[in-house]
């Protein structure tokens, strides 16, 4: 729980400042990618909190 803890707010918080330049949105397209440039996009002002209450909810 601890790692998920450290990665979620991470990725939240620090590595989605690069996405910004780009519209928030979704890209239609085909495929299944999880890369900056491809086919899934997290918006660029999204929090951790719910995704970390989520966790501290359901695991020990």
Do not use: I
């Amino acid at each position: 729980r601890h790692w998920l803890e450290k990665f979620l707010v991470r990725f939240f918080a620090t590595s989605q400042f690069k996405r910004s330049a780009m519209p928030n949105g979704p890209k239609v397209s085909a495929g299944g990618s999880l890369s900056p440039r491809g086919d899934w996009r997290a918006p660029s002002d999204g929090t951790a909190d719910v995704w970390l209450r989520e966790l501290r909810a359901n695991l020990p």
